[in-house]
């Protein structure tokens, strides 16, 4: 099915600096040697990483010449197989399909489906050609299922999303630091050093998670909440701080609006109704109010625990209500931030990609940003569409009347990371044409009737702006091999096919990005006054660097809000149950997260032996009290029934685990994938898809089982 051409064995002519392609963190590192054998360093004079690397940094490069990387476009044939085929068929074939698809269902029959893990290049060009190119309103990503939630509640509140509004290097400062949902120990080990340092500095670490885990171990207080109950134990904990006179009234009454409000709603969450609704108890969740309130310097900081919910926007507002009461945000070693997952998620929610959002984070209801990016893109403002759907919601309408007829998917693996991923897999069946652009054969890409290969990390230029909001340099060591493309170039030359190559003539990935500031200037996030050159003089630079003298804002909201009135607003938010809780069939909680070895939907990581010795299969982690119950033993296959499916997979007992609680790690597909079990009901502001609780029942799987 893989082109059979030898493998280039080009040697780098230079130690190239450049970014792991993983996690937001986008660490620096150095590559040199040839492509069969390179050589990976950290980069110690990278101020995030300071030379440190995980274990999936240090083994990135396996996948440059892996054997099962795609090296030629295919096709479906006849026969119903994938079969290579020349650029030249292919990208025919997918113009075709587009042109016919439009033709007999209208503009809006054809979608894309873009990815947190794009250069900020790509990303915006992606929005660009979905939008001009093809005329359709119906373009989302990856990254709705990642940061959506704590986007529209730091639009809510700040006024501006940028998911840390202060540089890494303040944590090692903060006094006390609560943590809400995140295994960072795990799933960025390279950012445990600051919290090393904090530590170090006499600093105290809360973490809340229903799970005890590496960085638990590590915090002075760990809150075992109940999946779920997230706003109930941030009310809990501003109740606490109001009625003990721990708050900042100054800076409440001076940078902040809505505050009364919120007290008012909290007021009725007593220390007892709490402890009740989470199941933490009332001296530890008091014990943490007093550490946050007597404080000198803190920082609440949010991941996907909390957001990745169906509440998600109101627990994450939660928290912030706690960080205004506090008077943290604005304040030196002290704020509220969100932690970004994705490689380019925060970067890839700026410029386009997201249903609603032209560059430069700008809302594409908004008549004037539409008439500046119509300027940019020299097109009537009248041929720009409207919003379209979310991720999930143009997921589930593929193939059906006033859906997308014809998808393009770019650098995501929907199959395994959607909710409800088994009735997402028969939607993407339902199309008349699936074109995927990958580096691997992933189980979305063996779905497709195009298959595209796309450049890897180390094999393309562009930038990434990483969970602080630092625009980085991604540099090329290697070329890519003679039959692939960068997103770019496929771009381009479709764009080029549909009659619109006037708007994409680009020769290189530079030009995109200077245009790319061009239509970001004045916008949220602004990169205006960012080159190549500046980036890579200063180690990154910190958007908004509006002005060519500008050097980049490392500290956001220092003297103003981005809100009409300057003022951080206060929400008075409700706690309410997930849409599912346990019952007498589906007695206990799902929750889902990611372990140290892989990332995210496994297809790059997967394929690397040592991650594979490392983490082999998924695994169902079960307290040791309720293994016995239903007479579970270690190693033992399980089934895993949701009002969705079953899965099985291998029992691993653990007092880390609650009680009333299951974890499955997300990272395999196929029968093994837990998303085929997680619940797809949205968030009713972000849209983000509730994976992180649902109600589960647990049985011993039988010997005959193929599931």
């Known amino acids: 099915?893989?082109?059979?051409?030898?493998?280039?064995?080009?040697?780098?002519?230079e130690q190239v600096a450049t970014h792991c392609p993983y996690c937001a963190l986008q660490c620096g590192m150095l590559l040199s040697g040839p492509r069969d054998q390179v050589t990976v360093e950290g980069n110690e004079h990278f101020p995030v990483n300071n030379g440190s690397l995980c274990v999936k940094g240090w083994n990135a490069a396996e996948l440059l010449n892996h054997p099962d990387r795609l090296r030629t476009p295919l096709l479906r044939d006849a026969q119903g197989g994938l079969v290579p085929a020349s650029w030249e068929d292919a990208l025919a074939h997918v113009a075709a399909?587009?042109?016919?698809?439009?033709?007999?269902?209208?503009?809006?029959?054809?979608?894309?489906?873009?990815?947190?893990?794009?250069?900020?290049?790509?990303?915006?060009?992606?929005?660009?050609?979905?939008?001009?190119?093809?005329?359709?309103?119906?373009?989302?990503?990856?990254?709705?299922?990642?940061?959506?939630?704590?986007?529209?509640?730091?639009?809510?509140?700040?006024?501006?999303?940028?998911?840390?509004?202060?540089?890494?290097?303040?944590?090692?400062?903060?006094?006390?630091?609560?943590?809400?949902?995140?295994?960072?120990?795990?799933?960025?080990?390279?950012?445990?050093?600051?919290f090393e340092a904090q530590r170090q500095n006499g600093g105290k670490l809360i973490v809340i998670d229903p799970r005890a885990s590496v960085t638990t171990r590590a915090a002075h207080l760990h809150l075992r909440l109940t999946p779920g109950s997230d706003a109930a134990l941030a009310h809990g904990l501003l109740h606490i701080l109001v009625r003990e006179g721990l708050i900042d009234k100054?800076?409440?009454?001076?940078?902040?609006?809505?505050?009364?409000?919120?007290?008012?709603?909290?007021?009725?969450?007593?220390?007892?109704?709490?402890?009740?609704?989470?199941g933490v108890p009332e001296a530890l969740f008091t014990q943490a109010a007093h550490l946050l309130g007597r404080a000198r310097s803190a920082m609440i900081l949010t991941a996907r625990g909390s957001e990745q919910q169906s509440q998600g926007v109101s627990n994450t507002l939660a928290y912030i209500n706690v960080a205004l009461a506090l008077g943290l945000p604005g304040r030196i070693?002290?704020?509220?931030?969100?932690?970004?997952?994705?490689?380019?998620?925060?970067?890839?929610?700026?410029?386009?990609?997201?249903?609603?959002?032209?560059?430069?984070?700008?809302?594409?209801?908004?008549?004037?940003?539409?008439?500046?990016?119509?300027?940019?893109?020299?097109?009537?403002?009248?041929?720009?569409?409207?919003?379209?759907?979310?991720a999930y919601e143009l997921l589930e309408g593929l193939g059906q009347e006033g859906g997308v007829r014809t998808l393009l998917v770019v650098g995501s693996n929907i199959v395994v990371s959607s909710p409800n991923a088994l009735h997402i897999q028969e939607r993407l069946k339902a199309l008349d044409c699936l074109v995927v652009s990958d580096f691997f054969l992933s189980e979305t890409a063996q779905l497709?009737?195009?298959?595209?290969?796309?450049?890897?990390?180390?094999?393309?230029?562009?930038?990434?702006?990483?969970?602080?909001?630092?625009?980085?340099?991604?540099?090329?060591?290697?070329?890519?091999?003679p039959e692939v493309k960068t997103d770019v170039e496929m771009l381009c030359q479709?764009?080029?096919?549909?009659?619109?190559?006037?708007?994409?003539?680009?020769?290189?990935?530079?030009?995109?990005?200077?245009e790319l500031g061009r239509a970001s200037a004045r916008g949220s996030a602004d990169y205006a006054g960012m080159s190549y050159e500046k980036i890579e003089a200063r180690n990154g630079v910190f958007w908004p660097c509006p002005g060519e003298e500008h050097f980049g804002t490392p500290r956001l909201f220092q003297q103003t809000f981005h809100t009409p009135s300057g003022r951080a607003r206060f929400h008075p938010v409700r706690h309410q149950s997930p849409a599912e809780v346990p019952d007498e069939e589906y007695p206990l909680y799902l929750t889902t997260g990611r372990v140290l070895a892989q990332y995210q939907s496994g297809t790059q990581t997967r394929r690397v032996a040592r991650l594979r010795e490392l983490a082999p299969a998924p695994f169902v982690e079960i307290h040791p009290t309720t293994a016995r119950h239903y007479g579970l033993v270690q190693g033992a296959r399980a089934r895993l029934t949701t009002r969705r499916g079953s899965i099985c997979g291998t029992v691993k007992i653990t007092s880390d685990i609650r009680e009333d609680t299951l974890f499955v790690p997300f990272h395999w597909g196929g029968k093994d994938a837990v998303n085929r079990l997680t619940n797809p009901v949205l968030d009713s502001t972000s849209r983000m898809p509730e994976f992180k609780v649902c109600a589960v029942r647990i049985e011993r799987a039988s010997a005959s089982s193929k599931t």
Request: one cysteine or more; aromatic letters at 10%.
């Open 250 to 278: 100054a800076y409440i009454a001076e940078r902040t609006e809505g505050f009364e409000q919120v007290k008012g709603r909290v007021a009725l969450y007593w220390p007892e109704l709490v402890e009740r609704a989470t």
């Open 1 to 13: 099915m893989h082109n059979t051409v030898a493998p280039s064995v080009e040697k780098a002519t």
């Open 333 to 390: 070693y002290s704020g509220f931030g969100s932690i970004t997952g994705q490689g380019n998620g925060q970067g890839g929610r700026e410029h386009g990609q997201k249903a609603d959002q032209l560059p430069g984070y700008r809302k594409i209801s908004d008549p004037g940003a539409r008439q500046h990016i119509a300027e940019v893109w020299e097109i009537d403002e009248s041929e720009l569409p409207g919003p379209g759907k979310s």
């Open 97 to 194: 399909a587009i042109q016919a698809t439009q033709q007999r269902y209208g503009r809006d029959a054809v979608g894309v489906f873009g990815s947190g893990s794009l250069t900020n290049e790509k990303a915006y060009l992606l929005g660009k050609f979905a939008r001009v190119a093809l005329g359709t309103s119906h373009i989302d990503y990856n990254g709705r299922y990642c940061m959506s939630s704590a986007a529209a509640a730091s639009q809510a509140a700040f006024g501006l999303d940028r998911g840390l509004p202060f540089p890494l290097e303040d944590i090692s400062h903060a006094e006390v630091i609560l943590l809400i949902g995140s295994n960072i120990a795990e799933t960025m080990p390279p950012l445990m050093q600051y």
């Open 448 to 481: 497709a009737d195009v298959v595209l290969p796309s450049a890897q990390w180390a094999e393309e230029e562009g930038t990434m702006t990483n969970l602080e909001g630092r625009v980085i340099r991604r540099r090329r060591a290697f070329t890519p091999p």
């Open 494 to 514: 479709l764009a080029e096919l549909l009659g619109k190559g006037r708007y994409f003539a680009y020769g290189e990935p530079r030009q995109v990005f200077e």
